[in-house]
């Protein structure tokens, strides 16, 4: 399996080690675009259609682990991070925020190449697919970098209880997602059959995104099922 549609973010301050990485991911054919820092990541996650992201830590702007906690608000890319430190808190610290893998500088290309081919395999044969950062519907759009919601322009604005509980839906378009399931993700806990603190949520946040929220048109019922959120 070749992976040369694959598109590589590669985001380091440092032009030669990120020099090698390109020169790397060239000679086997990937896509790649650069950021020299993590504000200028965090806009290319939001305009380029990413699949990959090889992270340097020590960065100029912000430091590599809040580029990893706000990407993981919305996408579970692969992320392998590329870091000159070599303390294993470090390391522990970076894959519980959520990072796949780390090399530790200086890497040769073919182990470079290596650990992005199986971060990929990884994350297809989990079901992985692109999500983008910006996501909209109909006059409805969330922003999972800045935790903002818009309707029609106009920021809206939500607890952030019904901003967990939104972007579940735009995680899952068009899914009819049941009221247990939608309790564990947004308590955490199983909630079982107590379904009246998810029905006072959800009626706080429809008075905020429907027009008329007897007859919602974004996140509609499922009568004894759940809810969804309509793929327009
Ligand atoms: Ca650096």
């Known amino acids: 399996m070749s992976y040369y549609n694959e598109y590589v973010l590669v985001v380091e301050d440092d032009m030669q080690i990120r020099n090698f990485i390109c020169y790397a991911l060239n000679s086997e054919g990937f896509r790649y675009i650069t950021a020299g820092t993590g504000q200028g990541a965090l806009s290319l996650l939001v305009s380029e259609p990413i699949d990959l992201m090889l992270l340097d830590l020590g960065l100029p702007d912000v430091d590599g682990m809040e580029v990893i906690r706000k990407v993981r608000e919305w996408s579970e890319m692969p992320i392998i991070v590329v870091s000159a430190r070599d303390q294993d808190k470090e390391k522990a610290a970076a894959l519980d925020q959520g990072a796949d893998d780390y090399l530790t500088k200086p890497f040769s ?124």
């Not at 970098?145 to 818009?150: A, G, M, S, W």
């Not at 247990?180 to 379904?195: A, N, P, R």
């Not at 919602?216 to 969804?228: A, C, D, M, W």
Request: charged share 25%; aromatic share 10%.
């Open 109 to 232: 290309a073919t182990e470079l190449l290596a650990r992005i081919r199986v971060a990929l395999r990884h994350y297809y044969k989990q079901g992985g697919s692109r999500t983008q950062a910006i996501i909209q519907v109909g006059g409805l759009r969330i922003d999972f970098n800045k935790r903002l919601v818009y309707l029609d322009n106009q920021e809206l604005h939500v607890t952030p209880m019904e901003y967990n509980l939104l972007s579940l839906f735009f995680k899952n378009i068009g899914r009819v997602l049941t009221t247990k399931y939608i309790l564990k993700e947004i308590w955490g806990v199983d909630y079982g059959s107590d379904t009246q603190v998810l029905r006072a949520l959800m009626a706080g946040l429809r008075r905020k995104i429907e027009k008329n929220p007897a007859k919602p048109r974004y996140i509609v019922t499922e009568v004894g099922v759940g809810y969804r959120l309509v793929d327009e």
